[in-house]
């Protein structure tokens, strides 16, 4: 597949160490957005009390570009954020002094230019607390993707010190892929919220994930990206599937999520289990394998959307 799709993909895995006890739930996504937010405003912001859209410095500000991010383009309503943060997995942790969590955040295109302030935000998340009984950790280190399979050290702790690297994920290599695969398993790490004929729903199929991630790969593409990149231009996308097989194991889970804008408990829930999918996946492959970077559906900022691809040698068991 070669497309001009020009889109780095600035991947990163913080490490962090536990200075006093406090929990981390279930699905810590939005409680790491949550507190991150907080510091990064507290960070940047110059008026404090003021909403961002009546600020004078909305326009050119970090955090309003990072984390309310808004969109001057009359076709783009809901921006998708240039940051993502994620837990790696879901489970909660009772944190003691001395626990390490891990968790990771991209950052799309442009976004990676601020990257010292998100480093800076996340130690001051550190010194704020979050979670249950507002837990203080330091910050560790902070590793970055310079391929599928390979992370590099870019900070520690100790030194302090921001190792500058440019190399990244970028979304041409991804979908250079020369894998072809005959069967592979699509599994979820965290819920998809994907929204078929206007409802949230659990009846998702391959055709759904492969229209969410060219749709949202499109809008990010335009916004923060070289230039917009259609996945599915030129291709017959029923006629693809007639030579794909798949078997689903999807249902709905529930989970909670506090938010401080609302200071109340909210219902979050998504899709989660696995899809097998065999058959001739030459030119959907590449997409499925680029999804994993990107996360499809609703509230991929705070890492709802994630899955994995895994190459199998048989059917779902």
Same mark, same amino acid.
């Not at 859209?53 to 909305?58: E, F, G, R, V, W």
């Given at each position: 597949?070669?497309?001009?799709?020009?889109?780095?993909?600035?991947?990163?895995?913080?490490?962090?160490?536990?200075?006093?006890?406090?929990?981390?739930?279930?699905?810590?996504?939005?409680?790491?957005?949550?507190?991150?937010?907080?510091?990064?405003?507290?960070?940047?912001?110059?008026?404090?009390?003021?909403?961002?859209?009546?600020?004078?410095?909305?326009?050119?500000?970090?955090?309003?570009?990072?984390?309310?991010?808004?969109?001057?383009?009359?076709?783009?309503?809901?921006?998708?954020?240039?940051?993502?943060?994620?837990?790696?997995?879901?489970?909660?942790?009772?944190?003691?002094?001395?626990?390490?969590?891990?968790?990771?955040?991209?950052?799309?295109?442009?976004?990676?230019?601020?990257?010292?302030?998100?480093?800076?935000?996340?130690?001051?998340?550190?010194?704020?607390?979050? *979670?249950?009984?507002?837990? %203080?950790?330091? $910050? +560790?280190? /902070?590793?970055?993707? @310079?391929?599928?399979?390979? #992370?590099? &050290?870019?900070?520690?702790?100790?030194?302090?010190?921001?190792?500058?690297?440019?190399?990244?994920?970028?979304?041409?290599?991804?979908?250079?892929?020369?894998?072809?695969?005959?069967?592979?398993?699509?599994?979820?790490?965290?819920?998809?919220?994907?929204?078929?004929? *206007?409802?949230?729903?659990? %009846?998702?199929? $391959? +055709?759904? /994930?492969?229209?969410? @991630?060219?749709?949202?790969? #499109?809008? &990010?593409?335009?916004?923060?990206?070289?230039?917009?990149?259609?996945?599915?231009?030129?291709?017959?996308?029923?006629?693809?599937?007639?030579?794909?097989?798949?078997?689903?194991?999807?249902?709905?889970?529930?989970?909670?999520?506090?938010?401080?804008?609302?200071?109340?408990?909210?219902?979050?829930?998504?899709?989660?289990?696995?899809?097998?999918?065999?058959?001739?996946?030459?030119?959907?492959?590449? &997409?499925?394998?680029?999804?994993?970077?990107?996360?499809?559906?609703?509230?991929?900022?705070?890492?709802?959307?994630?899955?994995?691809?895994?190459?199998?040698?048989?059917?779902?068991?």
């Amino acid at each position: 597949m070669v497309i001009n799709a020009d889109l780095p993909i600035h991947r990163y895995e913080v490490k962090i160490k536990a200075l006093t006890p406090f929990s981390i739930p279930y699905f810590p996504g939005s409680m790491l957005r949550g507190a991150f937010g907080v510091a990064l405003k507290r960070a940047v912001c110059l008026n404090q009390k003021k909403e961002c859209s009546a600020c004078l410095l909305n326009k050119t500000c970090i955090y309003r570009f990072l984390f309310e991010t808004q969109s001057d383009l009359p076709d783009i309503t809901n921006p998708p954020h240039p940051l993502m943060l994620y837990p790696l997995a879901l489970g909660g942790k009772k944190m003691r002094r001395g626990s390490v969590y891990q968790f990771g955040f991209t950052l799309f295109g442009r976004a990676n230019a601020y990257l010292p302030y998100v480093i800076y935000a996340l130690m001051q998340m550190g010194r704020l607390g979050m *979670g249950k009984g507002k837990g %203080k950790f330091e $910050l +560790k280190e /902070i590793k970055k993707f @310079i391929s599928p399979k390979r #992370k590099r &050290l870019i900070f520690r702790q100790e030194t302090g010190q921001l190792v500058s690297l440019d190399t990244c994920l970028n979304a041409t290599q991804i979908l250079q892929n020369n894998d072809s695969p005959s069967n592979i398993i699509l599994e979820t790490i965290t819920p998809l919220r994907l929204k078929i004929k *206007g409802r949230l729903t659990d %009846k998702i199929t $391959l +055709k759904d /994930i492969l229209l969410a @991630i060219a749709r949202r790969f #499109k809008v &990010l593409t335009q916004l923060y990206g070289q230039v917009k990149s259609d996945l599915l231009q030129g291709m017959e996308i029923g006629t693809t599937l007639k030579e794909v097989k798949t078997e689903t194991r999807l249902s709905w889970t529930d989970f909670k999520r506090f938010s401080k804008r609302q200071n109340t408990y909210m219902q979050l829930g998504g899709a989660m289990g696995r899809m097998s999918i065999s058959g001739n996946l030459s030119s959907i492959y590449p &997409l499925l394998k680029l999804g994993e970077y990107i996360h499809i559906g609703k509230n991929t900022a705070f890492g709802l959307g994630r899955y994995r691809i895994c190459q199998i040698k048989s059917g779902l068991s």
